[in-house]
T-cell receptor, first 115, second 111 residues
Framework: GAGVSQTPSNKVTEKGKYVELRCDPI?????LYWYRQSLGQGPEFLIY????????DSGLPNDRFFAVRPEGSVSTLKIQRTERGDSAVYLC?????????????FGPGTRLLVL | AQTVTQSQPEMSVQEAETVTLSCTYD???????LFWYKQPPSRQMILVIR??????QNATENRFSVNFQKAAKSFSLKISDSQLGDTAMYFC????????FGKGTRLHILP
């Protein structure tokens, strides 16, 4: 069956531009998570959705970052006025439900490079 | 605050040998979950093994097993009969209300 997919796989943009990163979770998974992985680091939590609502957005670094999941399936992570420090791999994961018992299944990530 | 520490940035072992990756963590919770994830160059994080803190028995998945020491807050991963395909970054992770990852150990399996 299809796993979590993310598009684009790589994105190069210029400082100050706006970018959108897309995540398609596994069909039927109600929980969706976004992480950021900087070079040489483990993934860091950004936000997670249960259905259409953001259940926890405490990891978003500032108000330039925003994510939506309008129909409870596909999610888009939006970054405004990109900065060089935003360069990282952005990982998406999904699980059948939220909660500590649920294993998260990860996508291949989008590598964002801000010049 | 929850933390996860992996003290070995990089390791190399010969194919077919056994290797142990270390992980220590800190949490004030009593019920939590621990994971080892593998991240090959393709970037996709793959779950290797999980352990529920309330279970005393160490989890095992084929060649992968853990040594879970709850009192010491230690969660090491043992890979037996290592294979070239095991070459990857390995991340230890702690999950109570949200998942916290360590910085990873880069493992090289040498032919």
């Amino acid at each position: 069956g299809a796993g979590v997919s993310q598009t684009p796989s790589n994105k190069v943009t210029e400082k100050g531009k706006y970018v959108e990163l897309r995540c398609d979770p596994i069909s039927g998974h109600t929980a969706l998570y976004w992480y950021r992985q900087s070079l040489g680091q483990g993934p860091e939590f950004l936000i997670y959705f249960q259905g259409t609502g953001a259940a926890d957005d405490s990891g978003l670094p500032n108000d330039r970052f925003f994510a939506v999941r309008p129909e409870g399936s596909v999610s888009t992570l939006k970054i405004q006025r990109t900065e060089r420090g935003d360069s990282a791999v952005y990982l998406c994961a999904s699980s059948p439900r939220s909660g500590a018992r649920e294993t998260q299944y990860f996508g291949p990530g989008t590598r964002l490079l801000v010049l | 605050a929850q933390t996860v520490t992996q003290s070995q940035p990089e390791m190399s072992v010969q194919e077919a040998e056994t290797v142990t990756l270390s992980c220590t963590y800190d949490t004030s919770e009593n019920n939590y979950y621990l994971f080892w994830y593998k991240q090959p160059p393709s970037r996709q994080m793959i779950l290797v093994i999980r352990q529920e803190a309330y279970k005393q028995q160490n989890a095992t998945e084929n060649r992968f097993s853990v040594n879970f020491q709850k009192a010491a807050k230690s969660f090491s991963l043992k890979i037996s009969d290592s294979q070239l395909g095991d070459t990857a970054m390995y991340f230890c992770a702690l999950l109570d209300d949200k998942i916290i990852f360590g910085k990873g150990t880069r493992l090289h399996i040498l032919p």
